[in-house]
């Protein structure tokens, strides 16, 4: 992906002035390495009258869907193929964005050492992106950079210029013009409005999401005619985010035109009021209702098949019911950092007596995994390719054969509660199905069938009365011979 920026100078005023702005040498091409490949500053001109900084963007797409949260691949043999090959390494995105504030840190931030008095003057600028997904078009585009003081050319880019009954495409190519601006703020609209017109995120959207907003916006997002467009879609659409970013920028405008300070205005609620209790996350209710499961069963002795980073098995250690406990994952980097987490090299030994971390694969049987009264499987299946589940059932039920199973699964009917989720995706980038709760279902009564177990439905998380709890538990529970022979 690919974004220059141009302006011209006089003889007094020289164009290579961007050169310290920027600080990056109009004579040197340089490269810097980022999280998802690397990016390359040059200039393809650079003279007194007129000067052009380009940044480029080399995408790694391997490391794209290794580090980034992936759009899941739902089963499909060829949505897997999707993660690798798509638009990001070509159209200016929050890729871009986060190039622009890591690669120009100090000109965003408005600093220049060497010529402090360069940041606050206006230039002529022309701001050129070649291509631009922009979920709204040509006109949504005008309506975000012209309040701004950009003079915008929008032209939209045909699907095939060679069937032009086609149409045109989501993406446009964009040239941004303005002489009233500084180059910070240059840089700042192109920081939050780049994500903002392609409506995604490569990476998870945190709450310090909202401090950056803020810091990117100061000045220009609370009086923006689209403010509540571009808060929305800067922080994915979570609507928790978006009200406190909302409100916190309904403080700046008020203080603004009071011409106060924003902690005058926002003193209405003393600083030793009570917090505002924060939900369970649904990781931890998981746990709990794992952890009340197995002290029901009566197990003592449990595995935690795919235990990754180590949670459940922490959680369990501090209950003297379970007096051995052995975490499996075939991910060695996982079984790690679950040691690290656990402090399994400082724990005392009658504690490191009770529990145990080896390495090993669900898709093949293995004798360590025999006589212990319960297994559980937390969020595992649903990281499986379907035609590998019935290797996993054997692995478990008929060869392990612990007395109790639990097995823990999204509920992906659940899905369309969750506001940061966009249709049709799913929960994690390396979930390869999630089920609705039918499915789940089917699945558990035919592998308890199999096998010789019952099996019950416990709801994990808010129970909505329409689509369900977030997560789905089954409790299989071996059947004692005589049962099985009724059965």
């Avoid at 032209?155 to 009233?180: H, I, K, M, N, Q």
């Avoid at 409506?199 to 509540?228: C, F, I, N, S, T």
Wanted: negative net charge; proline residues 7%; contains cysteine.
């Amino acid at each position: 992906m690919f974004l220059t920026i141009t302006t011209t100078g006089t003889p007094e005023r020289p164009a290579t002035d961007l050169g310290y702005l920027l600080h990056k040498h109009p004579d040197k091409a340089q490269a810097f390495s980022t999280s998802y490949g690397t990016a390359h500053v040059l200039y393809p001109e650079a003279e007194a009258g007129r000067c052009t900084a380009a940044l480029l963007l080399e995408v790694d797409a391997v490391a794209l869907v290794r580090r980034g949260k992936g759009k899941g691949r739902g089963g499909a043999p060829d949505a897997a193929l999707a993660q690798y090959v798509n638009d990001r390494p070509y159209a200016a995105s929050s890729l871009l964005a986060v190039a622009l504030s890591s690669v120009f840190s100090s000109a965003m931030k408005g600093v220049c050492n060497a010529r402090p008095e360069l940041p606050g003057q206006a230039r002529p600028l022309r701001v050129e992106v070649p291509a631009l997904p922009a979920r709204g078009g040509p006109g949504l585009v005008r309506g975000l950079f012209e309040p701004l003081g950009w003079a915008v050319t929008a032209e939209p880019v045909a699907l095939d210029s060679a069937f032009p009954e086609w149409g045109d495409s989501r993406y446009v190519s964009l040239v941004l013009e303005s002489d009233t601006l500084t180059l910070a703020e240059a840089l700042r609209h192109l920081y939050v409005l780049l994500p903002v017109l392609d409506d995604a995120k490569h990476y998870w959207v945190a709450p310090d999401e909202v401090d950056k907003l803020l810091r990117a916006g100061e000045g220009w997002l609370p009086g923006h005619p689209e403010q509540r467009l571009i808060t929305s879609r800067y922080l994915s659409r979570r609507w928790s985010l978006t009200r406190q970013a909302t409100e916190r920028l309904e403080l700046v405008r008020l203080a603004e035109t009071d011409d106060s300070e924003v902690e005058e205005i926002d003193n209405a609620v003393e600083a030793d009021t009570e917090a505002e209790e924060k939900p369970t996350p649904l990781a931890v209710q998981r746990r709990e209702a794992i952890v009340t499961a197995l002290r029901q069963s009566k197990a003592a002795r449990v595995l935690d098949l795919g235990c990754g980073q180590g949670q459940l098995v922490q959680t369990l250690l501090k209950d003297p019911a379970f007096t051995e406990i052995v975490g499996v994952d075939v991910s060695m980097r996982a079984l790690t950092i679950a040691s690290r987490r656990l402090k399994l090299d400082r724990m005392g030994e009658r504690q490191a007596s009770r529990v145990e971390l080896f390495q090993g694969s669900l898709a093949y049987t293995d004798v360590r995994l025999k006589g212990y009264d319960a297994a559980v499987l937390s969020e595992v299946i649903e990281h499986l390719d379907l035609p590998r589940l019935p290797a996993l059932e054997y692995a478990v039920f008929g060869s392990a054969r612990p007395r109790t199973v639990l097995v823990t699964t999204p509920n992906v009917e659940y899905n369309v509660r969750w506001e940061s989720l966009p249709a049709g995706h799913v929960r994690h980038g390396d979930h390869r199905f999630e089920w609705t709760r039918a499915q789940f279902r089917t699945w558990a009564g035919a592998v308890a069938e199999r096998h010789g177990y019952g099996v019950e439905f416990v709801p994990v998380g808010p129970d909505d009365p329409e689509v369900g709890p977030p997560t789905q538990m089954a409790v299989f529970t071996m059947t004692t011979p005589k049962e099985a022979k009724a059965a």
